[in-house]
């Protein structure tokens, strides 16, 4: 089972910007694909962006132009660049590995 553990959470303005990391506790290499997803009160929990190993990427159709997930081989990390926040962002935020393994999750609160 892969460790992952996220940070970088907290509060922020509408409008303004976050940047997620998740440290893996294996090597990237070995992880076929890296995930963030976000649950909000009362919903479920959604897929936000994915990566490949390969580098290939994908967005929910609410983040595409905003956020940007990105990997980091040498240091094990996976990052999601969030910018022009809204409140509708306010969730949640874990990291996955290949579908399978989940950090413990953490805040994003988009407020004025």
């Known amino acids: 089972q892969v460790q992952l553990v996220e940070s970088g959470g907290g509060l922020v303005q509408p409008g303004g910007s976050l940047r997620l990391s998740c440290l893996t506790s294996e090597s990237i290499f070995n992880i076929y694909i890296m995930g963030w997803y976000r649950q909000a009160p009362g919903k479920q929990r959604e897929m936000v962006a994915t990566?490949?190993?390969?580098?290939?990427?994908m967005y929910a159709d609410s983040v595409k132009g905003r956020f940007t997930i990105s990997r980091n081989n040498a240091w094990n990390m996976v990052y999601l660049q969030m910018n022009s926040l809204n409140p509708e962002d306010t969730a949640v935020y874990y990291c996955?590995?290949?579908?399978?393994?989940w950090g413990q999750g953490i805040q994003v609160t988009v407020s004025s």
């Open positions: 996955n590995s290949n579908y399978k393994d």
């Open positions: 990566i490949s190993k390969g580098g290939t990427t």
